[in-house]
């Protein structure tokens, strides 16, 4: 595999995917970050089997290929390169060169095969709303979720779609938090409870622009 992308859109990349790096697990695999560029696109992909992050960073493939490199130890050493463009090249091993005008690191990695997928989702209906609307509803509710792992629907938000209204609940068995939101178009009825962690961390990734969307 040889990738080159520039300095800034990898350390986005890989700063977004680091929420989904486990500090403790007893697969070693998991504690990697994948990098595939086996198509037209590269994609960073982490997993710690309750959370799951794949992001696309622009870059230029010159070789196809995968590899799993440890996500700490790359976030380290993209974080202190230069303000260039980064060339990240692997051998039949899966030993990784990363280079950066005269700077040079050579770090083991290993084989993308092992890795925990994430799982494909149908998106047959995608409800779209603004990056600041969402922001604050979870701003809003992630507060009154449960702490405790008696029972999992209470560590997690309801999102429910009726009468093209769209409303978040969030209840520790001493409080409840509801928000709700009129959407302009029709939506079909559903309703979903979301991990209280996974939108904590969505909530950090979104700019909270009024402008920018999100589905």
């Given at each position: 595999m040889k990738i080159i992308c520039s300095k800034s859109s990898l350390l986005?990349?890989?700063s977004i995917a680091l929420k989904a790096v486990p500090?403790?697990?007893t697969m070693p695999i998991l504690e990697c970050i994948l990098m595939d560029a086996t198509t037209n696109q590269i994609k960073f992909t982490t997993n710690d089997m309750e959370l799951g992050i794949e992001t696309i960073v622009d870059g230029?493939?010159?070789e196809k290929g995968k590899v799993a490199l440890d996500a700490k130890i790359f976030y380290e050493i993209i974080r202190r390169l230069p303000d260039n463009d980064v060339t990240i090249k692997t051998d039949d091993k899966y030993a990784a060169t990363i280079t950066c005008e005269k700077a040079k690191f050579n770090i083991p990695g290993k084989s993308?095969?092992?890795f925990?997928?994430?799982p494909m989702i149908e998106k047959d209906e995608p409800l779209t709303i603004s990056q600041y609307t969402l922001k604050e509803m979870i701003r809003q509710t992630i507060f009154s979720i449960a702490v405790n792992e008696n029972n999992k629907l209470m560590t997690g938000e309801l999102f429910e779609i009726k009468n093209n209204c769209l409303k978040v609940v969030s209840l520790d068995g001493h409080r409840?938090?509801?928000r709700k939101m009129s959407l302009k178009k029709d939506y079909s009825d559903r309703k979903v409870v979301v991990p209280g962690k996974t939108l904590s961390e969505v909530s950090k990734i979104l700019s909270g622009e009024v402008d920018d969307q999100v589905s």
């Open positions: 986005k990349s890989v500090s403790k697990t230029t493939i010159e993308g095969e092992d925990a997928y994430l409840i938090s509801i």
